[in-house]
């Protein structure tokens, strides 16, 4: 009777457990060997994201003109996709600038634009973790020689496994069909 309440705990436990990438789909994002760290410093792998869907982009935090736009039509479909506040998706932005965006500069966007700290991160990684989650996601960018960037303005479902649900390049305007699609992926059962 021991072993068979110790096999269930122990089974339960494992089903609480953070997704490792193996068991993740082939076309996962969260398959990527992507380190970060948010706005407050905290290290963490991209794979730690799994299990629930999220609105993902990328920005920098230089940017004057379409970053500030990115992050408000995020706030916006975010807002949009759960009006009461109750079942907000989780966002993440990473940032393109590995070499400025520290925690520190991300911490100061992350103040200067009311960002809510229960849904939001910003995070930043090296430049090769860059090029490779920019390519998995396919956002397309390109470094300026006054240290600003070129790329592609795109909001990013991702399912609870971290696969492409929908995506959005509609940021002057609510895009109704990806609010559709995200709302659709948040009443899916949470995946472990």
């Not at 004057?64 to 039509?73: G, K, T, V």
């Not at 907000?88 to 070499?99: E, G, I, R, T």
Request: glycine share 4%; aromatic share 6%.
């Amino acid at each position: 009777m021991i072993l068979v309440r110790l096999l269930a705990l122990l089974l339960v436990f494992a089903c609480m457990a953070p997704m490792r990438a193996a068991e993740l789909p082939g076309d996962s994002v969260y398959r990527l060997p992507v380190a970060l760290a948010d706005q407050d410093g905290r290290a963490f792998h991209l794979a730690d994201r799994a299990g629930k869907p999220q609105l993902v982009s990328m920005f920098y935090t230089s940017c004057q003109y379409m970053c500030p736009l990115i992050i408000e039509s995020l706030k916006r479909t975010q807002k949009a996709i759960s009006p009461d506040g109750q079942a907000k998706p989780a966002v993440l932005m990473v940032s393109f600038d590995a070499q400025r965006d520290v925690p520190a500069h991300l911490k100061a966007v992350f103040g200067q634009r009311k960002l809510d700290a229960a849904t939001w991160t910003l995070a930043h990684t090296d430049s090769a973790s860059v090029r490779q989650l920019a390519a998995g996601l396919d956002i397309q960018y390109r470094a300026l020689p006054d240290g600003e960037f070129n790329h592609t303005s795109v909001v990013i479902l991702l399912d609870a496994q971290g696969r492409i649900a929908a995506r959005t390049d509609k940021m002057d305007a609510l895009d109704a069909d990806f609010v559709a699609a995200a709302r659709k992926a948040l009443a899916q059962p949470a995946s472990n």
